[in-house]
């Protein structure tokens, strides 16, 4: 049974700094291609970040670009969402996908919040 697990998110102010983590039972994560993916309060979900999972290329919204990074640890079976130069805007629930044989599998999410 496939279970995706988010965690690392909390509260920070502008300008600081997460690492949020994707974890899975299950699978093997470099498998598949991985995306990181964010819903604020009153928003639909979007897409934030995503890892290949051939070549690891990696893909990033624009209003994340240069602030976010997106990274594997295979030894751990893990993906990572190395986040910087936090504004409030970001802040929303976390969650990491992976599309597995023609499902969608998501994890509960992690909250990341940043206000002053």
């Known amino acids: 049974q496939v279970q995706l697990v988010e965690s690392g998110g909390g509260s920070v102010q502008p300008g600081g700094s997460l690492r949020l983590s994707c974890t899975a039972s299950?699978?093997?994560?470099?498998?598949?291609?991985i995306g990181w993916f964010r819903q604020a309060p009153g928003k639909e979900r979007e897409g934030v970040s995503c890892?290949?999972?051939?070549?690891?290329?990696?893909d990033h919204a624009d209003s994340v670009k240069g602030r976010f990074t997106i990274l594997r640890d295979n030894v751990k079976n893990m993906v990572y969402l190395q986040m910087n130069n936090l504004r409030p805007e970001d802040t929303a629930v976390y969650y990491c996908?992976?599309?597995?044989?023609?499902?969608?599998?998501w994890g509960q999410g992690t909250q990341v919040t940043v206000s002053a």
């Open positions: 996908n992976a599309f597995i044989q023609g499902r969608a599998y």
């Open positions: 299950g699978v093997t994560l470099d498998d598949f291609a």
């Open positions: 890892i290949s999972s051939e070549d690891h290329t990696t």
